[in-house]
């Protein structure tokens, strides 16, 4: 059983930045991906950004590509989303996410349901 805990959300300007941090603990495997997903309001969850926590390859969602970075730290078991130059759009509830992973994981082809673990979820407001 694999627990997540999120933090690092909250209110920013348009063009800000932030970093999301997701501590995980407990798990038997070595080799995860754990991703940021995301929930607006009256929208389907969605993929923001997922890693191989053994290869550290990486997947993007277009939203994301060039403005965030995603990476984790092994040896503290911590997960996290560098978010810059913030818009509007990216207000919603943003999860942290984990599933097994193997070397043969296509990582955009992982939808939300084939997520294990899920963290509480954190509210990020991109707003003046």
């Known amino acids: 059983e694999v627990q997540l805990v999120e933090s690092g959300g909250g209110l920013v300007q348009p063009g800000g930045s932030l970093r999301l941090s997701c501590a995980a603990s407990g798990g038997t495997y070595s080799r995860y991906c754990m991703g940021w997903f995301r929930q607006a309001p009256g929208k389907e969850r969605e993929g923001v950004s997922i890693i191989d926590t053994a290869d550290h390859r990486t997947y993007y969602a277009e939203s994301a590509k060039g403005r965030f970075t995603i990476s984790r730290d092994n040896t503290e078991n911590t997960l996290y989303l560098q978010m810059n130059s913030l818009k509007p759009e990216d207000t919603a509830m943003y999860y942290c996410?984990?599933?097994?992973?193997?070397?043969?994981?296509?990582?955009?082809?992982?939808?939300?349901?084939?997520?294990?673990?899920w963290g509480q979820g954190m509210q990020v407001t991109v707003s003046s």
């Open positions: 996410a984990a599933r097994r992973c193997f070397s043969y994981t296509s990582l955009d082809l992982l939808p939300p349901s084939l997520f294990e673990y």
